[in-house]
């Protein structure tokens, strides 16, 4: 879906994985720096703006990081 001029983007946090929201109280793991740690948007809210990806649990594989690999 491409956004028209004036259309804010979407502020939910989506998988780097597969591209569904992630939600709050969802285990994700944050993956910035080489490292990864699994954590929650509900224990981290600061994580939307912390930068790197973000994976659900069950996304996530160490191997094969980043969209769409």
């Known amino acids: ?6 259309e804010p983007a979407d502020p939910r946090p989506r998988c780097s994985r597969c591209g ?3 939600g ?3 285990p994700l793991v944050h993956v910035s720096g080489g ?3 699994e954590t929650s948007r509900a224990a981290e809210p600061h ?8 994976f659900h649990r069950d996304c996530y594989d ?8």
């Not at 994580?47 to 973000?54: N, P, S, V």
């Not at 160490?62 to 690999?69: I, L, N």
Request: charged share 25%; glycine share 20%; hydrophobic share 30%.
């Open 62 to 69: 160490p191997d094969r990081t980043g969209p769409g690999t």
């Open 35 to 37: 490292s990864a740690r």
């Open 1 to 6: 879906m491409d956004l028209t001029e004036g």
């Open 20 to 22: 569904d929201i992630i």
């Open 47 to 54: 994580l939307l703006g912390a930068g790197g990806e973000l």
């Open 24 to 26: 709050s109280y969802e």
